[in-house]
């Protein structure tokens, strides 16, 4: 049931979102929510330096620069870095990064996450024009993009495959169902009690089978390539790397450096997304089964953050957007799975349930695109949701009631640039 809250304006609102921020500040990193995620994740700090590039831009740097201490020698930058000694399953004891040479003095996880930090770094820069903190920071995220060029190519198009649901930031996703039930679920020692919430049974099995297989090949890409069951080219985390190769193409410059691998890599994302992921919409693709995933969530949009996508194929994924399977149907945008999809599930996580940052990174693709009015839905439906239940991990997106933590990190962080 939707909670009362009592109303507050613009700037009452602002300032909840900045406490909330400071609050999860552990003076190393932004936590992205008190108690079940004590860590620094690696596109949530992304997301909370695009929020708080115009008010607390000294934190945001530090934000970023917290998160790329744990970038290893590869280039890869991890999904978790742990600053902490607080218990979260899997923690080092399951990455063990410090027995790998490439790992850094911090402890991090073996996994990478949505590359989001270009398009945060030019964020930053936008709001305040500070080169000397492109300069100083544009090779590690170049590496970053190295990285995923050179490791990540699995289906040798041009696109980066993630080898674990974890890697796309939208765990439970339906679109990793199919793909998932190829790997073995060995049960491991007894499931964390709050993991069992959010990853029911054999899933979790499966979760960390991934991962430890891949950290007992060393984290090795010739295992990656040639032996690891999961591997799925994603339309959101495609989607997101090429808006950070544009950003970064246009922060070149400033770094001294040369915009051309970074534009002819977007170019390549470009083509290798329409002519495998797209057909009447952007759908992920197994490269183990070699097929496409047919099941439409919110990641199918993903590519509409390229500026470059053609106006014909704008206009079809903004139709399936708008439509009764998505935010035609439901009073708040966006859910995170098609409503008439078998999978769907109003109350579990990525299968149903609408998120901050999903919104944000559709009304930035609006934004792309001149849509004005698709972008004024997303940022009105997105700000009616936290100033009703609060700056929830996500919502409810038919009533809009709150789910999973409270103080979410990038739910407070994106609330302020919404406002701005
Ligand atoms: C969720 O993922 C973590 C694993 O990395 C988890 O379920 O424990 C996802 O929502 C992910 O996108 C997010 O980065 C992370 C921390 O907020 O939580």
Same mark, same amino acid.
């Given at each position: 049931?939707?909670? *009362?809250?009592?109303?507050?304006?613009?700037?009452?609102?602002?300032?909840?979102?900045?406490?909330?921020?400071?609050?999860?500040?552990?003076?190393?990193?932004?936590?992205?929510?008190?108690? %079940?995620?004590?860590?620094?994740?690696?596109?949530?700090?992304?997301?909370?330096?695009?929020?708080?590039?115009?008010?607390?831009?000294?934190?945001?740097?530090?934000?970023? %620069?917290? %998160?790329?201490?744990?970038?290893?020698?590869?280039?890869?930058?991890?999904?978790?870095?742990?600053?902490? &000694?607080? $218990?979260?399953?899997?923690?080092?004891?399951?990455?063990?990064?410090?027995?790998?040479?490439?790992?850094?003095?911090?402890?991090?996880?073996?996994?990478?996450?949505?590359?989001?930090? !270009?398009?945060?770094?030019?964020? /930053?820069?936008?709001?305040?024009?500070?080169?000397?903190?492109?300069?100083?920071?544009?090779?590690?995220?170049? *590496?970053?993009?190295?990285?995923? $060029?050179?490791?990540?190519?699995?289906?040798?198009?041009?696109?980066?495959?993630?080898?674990?649901?974890?890697?796309?930031?939208?765990?439970?996703?339906?679109?990793?169902?199919?793909?998932?039930?190829?790997?073995?679920?060995?049960?491991?020692?007894?499931?964390?009690?709050?993991?069992?919430?959010?990853?029911?049974?054999?899933?979790?099995?499966?979760?960390?089978?991934?991962?430890?297989?891949?950290?007992? $090949?060393?984290?090795?890409?010739?295992?990656?390539?040639?032996?690891?069951?999961?591997?799925?080219?994603?339309?959101?985390?495609?989607?997101?790397?090429?808006?950070?190769?544009?950003?970064?193409?246009?922060?070149?410059?400033?770094?001294?450096?040369?915009?051309?691998?970074?534009?002819?890599?977007?170019?390549?994302?470009?083509?290798?997304?329409?002519?495998?992921?797209?057909? !009447?919409?952007?759908? *992920?693709?197994?490269?183990?089964?070699?097929?496409?995933?047919?099941?439409?969530?919110?990641?199918?949009?993903?590519?509409? /953050? +390229?500026?470059?996508?053609?106006?014909?194929?704008?206009?079809?994924?903004?139709?399936?957007?708008?439509?009764?399977? =998505?935010?035609?149907?439901?009073?708040?945008?966006?859910?995170?799975?098609?409503?008439?999809?078998?999978?769907?599930? &109003?109350?579990?996580?990525?299968?149903?349930?609408?998120?901050?940052?999903?919104?944000? /990174? %559709?009304?930035?693709?609006?934004?792309?695109?001149?849509?004005?009015?698709?972008?004024?839905?997303?940022?009105? !439906?997105?700000?009616?949701?936290?100033?009703? $239940?609060?700056? &929830?991990?996500?919502?409810?997106?038919?009533?809009?009631? !709150?789910?999973?933590?409270? +103080? =979410?990190?990038?739910?407070?962080?994106?609330?302020?640039?919404?406002?701005?």
């Amino acid at each position: 049931m939707m909670e *009362a809250r009592p109303a507050v304006d613009d700037a009452a609102l602002g300032r909840e979102a900045l406490g909330v921020l400071e609050a999860n500040w552990t003076g190393a990193g932004t936590v992205p929510a008190p108690g %079940l995620y004590p860590h620094q994740w690696s596109w949530d700090s992304a997301f909370i330096v695009i929020g708080l590039a115009r008010h607390r831009p000294d934190r945001a740097r530090d934000e970023l %620069l917290s %998160l790329l201490r744990g970038q290893w020698a590869t280039g890869m930058v991890p999904h978790i870095v742990f600053h902490t &000694r607080e $218990a979260y399953f899997p923690g080092p004891s399951v990455w063990r990064s410090q027995e790998h040479d490439a790992a850094p003095g911090v402890l991090t996880s073996g996994l990478t996450a949505p590359p989001l930090h !270009g398009l945060a770094l030019w964020w /930053l820069y936008r709001h305040t024009g500070d080169a000397a903190f492109v300069r100083a920071t544009y090779p590690a995220i170049a *590496a970053q993009h190295d990285y995923l $060029a050179a490791t990540r190519d699995l289906g040798g198009a041009g696109l980066a495959a993630i080898v674990h649901p974890w890697e796309s930031g939208m765990d439970d996703s339906p679109a990793w169902d199919e793909p998932l039930a190829a790997v073995p679920a060995i049960r491991y020692g007894n499931r964390p009690v709050e993991m069992e919430e959010r990853h029911p049974g054999s899933d979790h099995d499966r979760y960390v089978w991934l991962a430890l297989h891949y950290r007992d $090949a060393g984290y090795s890409p010739g295992y990656l390539r040639d032996e690891h069951p999961f591997a799925v080219e994603d339309p959101m985390f495609n989607g997101i790397w090429l808006a950070s190769c544009q950003a970064m193409a246009e922060l070149a410059p400033l770094a001294g450096a040369d915009p051309a691998p970074q534009l002819e890599r977007a170019e390549r994302i470009r083509h290798a997304l329409l002519d495998r992921l797209w057909d !009447g919409c952007f759908f *992920a693709r197994d490269l183990r089964a070699d097929r496409l995933i047919r099941v439409c969530t919110v990641g199918a949009f993903g590519p509409l /953050l +390229d500026p470059g996508l053609s106006a014909e194929h704008v206009q079809a994924a903004v139709e399936v957007l708008e439509s009764a399977r =998505f935010m035609g149907a439901t009073g708040y945008p966006v859910p995170s799975c098609e409503i008439r999809a078998a999978q769907f599930d &109003r109350t579990r996580y990525w299968r149903g349930p609408s998120w901050v940052n999903t919104n944000w /990174l %559709l009304r930035r693709a609006a934004t792309v695109h001149s849509l004005d009015h698709l972008g004024r839905q997303l940022a009105h !439906g997105t700000l009616r949701l936290v100033r009703q $239940a609060g700056f &929830r991990e996500c919502f409810d997106p038919f009533d809009g009631s !709150g789910r999973g933590c409270r +103080d =979410f990190s990038w739910s407070a962080a994106l609330t302020l640039d919404l406002l701005a």
